[in-house]
């Protein structure tokens, strides 16, 4: 049987795969071969908190891999959505069992995940986004990276669905600093892009700009996937472009080809 360490150790693993494969092979076999052997070690024990830890990183596997998909202009089926669905009801009808509602926030953020990304609908999924924010803002004991999604998404409901720049600007500035205290270099890109989009709609034009030229940078340097380099690269060329109107258009990369990291597409209303 496998132990707590045994268990714990395998979701370390499994997490620093999943993060190499998300953002620069797009490989997710190693990932899934690591997390599921967690799973299956928690199964065989008593420890719920276990079980639930685990549930919530297949989730994030399902999530990665529906998102990889639709990077590369692949649909989504109806079953690989209910799948990823069913893992983080599944990890919170555990945390539930626990009466651990502050753990439970992995959880809420992967259910709205799966309604703001995969199913575009704002409106179902703002609520678990809202009860995972109450969770982990300003929590100093909740996962930076967890903190850091949370704040993000919730900075692009304020940019895309009410038309608030400020306040999108202060979360994806939260969610930002948050990636740059993890220094994770695969994880750093991603942020600074976001914040760009809502300092471009707050009318700080040339502060996105050098946003996006340390985003492009940064993400050469990581050696991130082609879909992220050319999502900063495009980005920066249509700002740069905006501030100079005749300098002509803006990229040569097809509006298709952007990157959706962590779960935001074209066809869920959100320009990062």
Do not use: C
Not at 64 to 73: A, D, S
Not at 215 to 234: F, G, M, N, T
């Amino acid at each position: 049987m496998a132990t707590e360490q045994d268990v714990r150790a395998l979701l370390a693993a499994g997490d620093e795969a999943l993060a190499d494969a998300a953002f620069r092979t797009g490989d997710f076999g190693k990932a899934r071969e690591l997390l599921e052997a967690a799973q299956a070690g928690a199964a065989q024990g008593a420890d719920v908190s276990e079980q639930a830890s685990a549930l919530d990183a297949l989730g994030m596997l399902a999530h990665y891999e529906n998102i990889t998909k639709l990077m590369g202009g692949s649909a989504v089926s109806e079953a690989d959505i209910d799948a990823e669905e069913r893992l983080f009801r599944q990890a919170l009808a555990r945390w539930q069992q626990l009466g651990e509602p502050a753990e439970s926030a992995q959880s809420l953020f992967g259910l709205g995940l799966v309604y703001q990304v995969l199913h575009s609908d704002w409106t179902t999924a703002m609520p678990y986004y809202w009860q995972a924010l109450g969770l982990v803002a300003g929590q100093q004991a909740a996962e930076p990276y967890l903190r850091s999604e949370v704040h993000r998404h919730v900075g692009f409901y304020f940019l895309v669905e009410v038309s608030q720049p400020a306040e999108a600007v202060r979360h994806l500035q939260i969610s930002l600093d948050l990636r740059e205290e993890l220094a994770d270099p695969r994880r750093i890109p991603s942020g600074l892009v976001a914040l760009a989009g809502a300092r471009l709609e707050a009318g700080d034009r040339d502060g996105a700009i050098e946003l996006l030229r340390r985003a492009v940078a940064q993400a050469r340097e990581a050696s991130l996937l082609p879909e992220w380099i050319k999502d900063a690269e495009r980005a920066l060329a249509e700002a740069e472009a905006e501030a100079d109107p005749d300098a002509g258009p803006a990229s040569d990369v097809p509006p298709d080809a952007r990157e959706t990291e962590p779960g935001v597409t074209d066809a869920g209303a959100n320009p990062e």
